[in-house]
């Protein structure tokens, strides 16, 4: 079984940096994607960045230049260092493992319970 375990949400101030953790445990198949997802009150949840087995990145717009994504596949871990932070960036963020199996042709999406983000003076 896969589990997804969230850490370093918190509360910090406009401008201020911190840095997300999420550590993957369990059968993980070795091609896969890793990412962050928020969802701020009233929002739908929206993809903040991810990043491939294979080193490739995604972000939105949105934090493009302000947020980098980075993955150990060693270790199983994904990390979301988020520098000058905005109000708007206030969410719950969760981390997110997915795969696909060509063999059976089934997909695989797992969810970490979710990290609070507040960013208010």
């Known amino acids: 079984q896969v589990q997804l375990v969230e850490s370093g949400g918190g509360l910090v101030q406009p401008g201020g940096s911190l840095r997300l953790s999420c550590a993957a445990s369990?059968?993980?198949?070795?091609?896969?994607?890793m990412g962050w997802y928020r969802q701020a009150p009233g929002k739908q949840r929206e993809l903040v960045a991810a990043?491939?087995?294979?080193?490739?990145?995604n972000y939105a717009d949105s934090v493009k230049g302000r947020f980098t994504i980075s993955r150990d596949n060693a270790k199983s871990t994904v990390s979301l260092q988020m520098n000058s932070l905005k109000p708007e960036d206030t969410a719950v963020y969760y981390c997110?493992?997915?795969?696909?199996?060509?063999?059976?042709?089934?997909?695989?999406?797992?969810w970490g319970q979710g990290t609070q983000v507040t960013v208010s003076s």
């Open positions: 997110n493992l997915n795969w696909v199996r060509l063999l059976g042709r089934r997909a695989y999406d797992y």
């Open positions: 369990g059968s993980i198949f070795s091609i896969n994607t």
């Open positions: 990043i491939t087995s294979g080193g490739s990145t």
